[in-house]
């Protein structure tokens, strides 16, 4: 059996490359990557590393792959079209099964960012090809990438409410995608969040504690949010989706108790605590 995985050369893709290498062997994977000079290292390693872009999908490059990551695209309006793209190359290749790195709850999530992975389940269901569903809440990762700023201001802003999150680890993300591929079945449906869930007051409870500096959540409106975010210099259409994301977190989009994650892994998720201590390490 071959086991590709497309959009290989990002950080989710660069976890679980190594762990899918460990499980099923090197010669038996194929990393499917715009710029195969990205993962030279994995090509080195025996890794069959092959041009792949969503953009220009080519079933040539699927040729003899049994089962497909397709971990999903990251400009943001374009996925769908993509996803489609690959979809249809997949099945015009003869690949056996697609597992497709979804969003959280992906039919009823309110967060703007989950039209275009509806639209990929759509597709996938209407294609036939037998897949799976790796519907990912959000990574730990998206809380602890600027820390700085906000310890040094003692302030870390939102419109999160008092909404839960349950967030886990990228690595933890990337073993369930390795397990699913592997191991699942055809129809599976996968809500993969972490097993705790924190508040962003909890959140910044935690920063302040690891820190040993004052931190505290404030609170805003999504609209305040957005315009926060725009002060600080992100591009409007990116303020706005990480304040709609926020927002829709005080209503817990985020939150999901059901520890499908732990279970599909076999050990318990990051907790966020320790996320933040190797951020801050
Ligand atoms: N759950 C979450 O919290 C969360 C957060 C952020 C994103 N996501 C979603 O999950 C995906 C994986 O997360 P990540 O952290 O690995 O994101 P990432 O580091 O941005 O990786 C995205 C990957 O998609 C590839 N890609 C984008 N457009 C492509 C195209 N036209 N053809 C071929 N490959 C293409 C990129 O290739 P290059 O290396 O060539 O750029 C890269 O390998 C993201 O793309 C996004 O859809 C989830």
Redesign the pocket.
Known sequence: MIYAV??????????VLPELVAKVGAANVVA????PA?LAEMAASGVSVQA??????DPAALGGVGRLLL??????G??SA?HQA?IDAAKAAGVGLIAY?S??HAPTSTIG?AG??RDTEVALAASGVPHILLR????N??YTGALGPSIEHGAIIGAAGAGRIC?AS?AD?AAAAVAALTGGAAGDIHELAGDEAFTMAEFAAHVARIAGKPVAYVDMSQADYAAALEGVGLPGWLAAMLANSSFASSQDALFDDSRTLSRLIGRPTTPIADTIAAALA
Not at 6 to 15: T, W
Not at 71 to 76: D, M
């Open positions: 497309a959009g290989a050369s990002g950080q989710l893709g660069r976890l499917l990557v715009r710029n990205k792949f872009d969503y953009d220009m999908a971990i999903s695209a990251n400009e943001v374009k996925r993509q690959v790195t969003i959280l960012l275009e992975h990912n809440g959000w990574y990762e998206n967030s990228r993300i």
